[in-house]
């Protein structure tokens, strides 16, 4: 959903590299896979990733289509194993950006809403609250305000389909600011981005990658020096 799947420029800066993983700063707009309907997807990339590997890397994580930033990739198999096992076991720090409309009665606080999906005929797939769905806790904190809308910084502890997405809607009360599932569409897209990884690997050392603030973000008043935060917690990891 969204605008247009953009052109992925591989030569542009990479959040991390090194011999088991690749984390790429992922533009809004671009699928992670084949959409049903055809379309570019992160897959027709793959290859230029390869930085003189044989094989091509993996995902081991998704990002909705019209999310941006860190997007962690696999080099080789091994790796895909241990990656999928930190974040199946809750191991991964996640550090999300969104933009909500208006301002917060607080700074802080956690959202614990669990979720399900439901599905109807005119509407289609989406994600509700629902008491008997799987647990989903979201740690927030409004970062700043201006021109009537505020950035807030999201943790989810989990990793559930459109958690942030529906976590905001349900728990601040406010959609993220060009959400079309949960919200109402916006002209530069959905204002959700991937702003920080943290993926441990046991005796070596974790990966840590930061994903600067996009110009969308920026557009509207939100300053790089606003996410400052999130590069400054990686690398104290």
Do not use: N
Request: glycine share 12%; aromatic share 8%; proline share 7%.
């Amino acid at each position: 959903m969204g605008f247009h799947t953009p052109a992925f420029c591989v030569a542009e800066t990479l959040p991390f590299m090194d011999g088991e993983a690749i984390v790429i700063d992922k533009p809004a707009g671009l699928p992670v896979t084949q959409p049903r309907k055809g379309g570019r997807s992160l897959d027709d990339y793959l290859v230029q990733l390869r930085f003189g590997f044989q094989r091509s890397p993996t995902a081991v994580h998704r990002l909705d289509q019209d999310t941006s930033g860190c997007l962690l990739l696999a080099r080789h198999a091994k790796a895909a194993k241990r990656f999928g096992a930190a974040f199946e076991s809750g191991a991964v720090e996640k550090t999300y950006l969104g933009i909500v409309e208006g301002d917060l009665d607080d700074d802080l606080g956690t959202i614990d809403i669990a979720l399900g999906k439901t599905s109807t005929a005119e509407a289609g797939w989406r994600i509700v609250p629902d008491a008997a769905g799987k647990r989903a806790v979201t740690h927030w904190k409004r970062i700043a305000a201006t021109g009537g809308r505020t950035l807030v910084e999201f943790r989810p502890e989990t990793g559930r389909t459109h958690q942030i997405r529906v976590h905001a809607l349900h728990g601040l009360g406010k959609p993220l600011l060009g959400d079309p599932f949960y919200g109402k569409s916006y002209s530069s897209g959905l204002m959700l981005h991937a702003a920080g990884l943290v993926v441990p690997r046991g005796d070596k050392p974790p990966v840590l990658a930061a994903a600067p603030m996009p110009r969308r973000f920026i557009d509207l008043g939100f300053g790089p020096q606003q996410d400052q935060s999130v590069a400054e917690a990686a690398g104290d990891e």
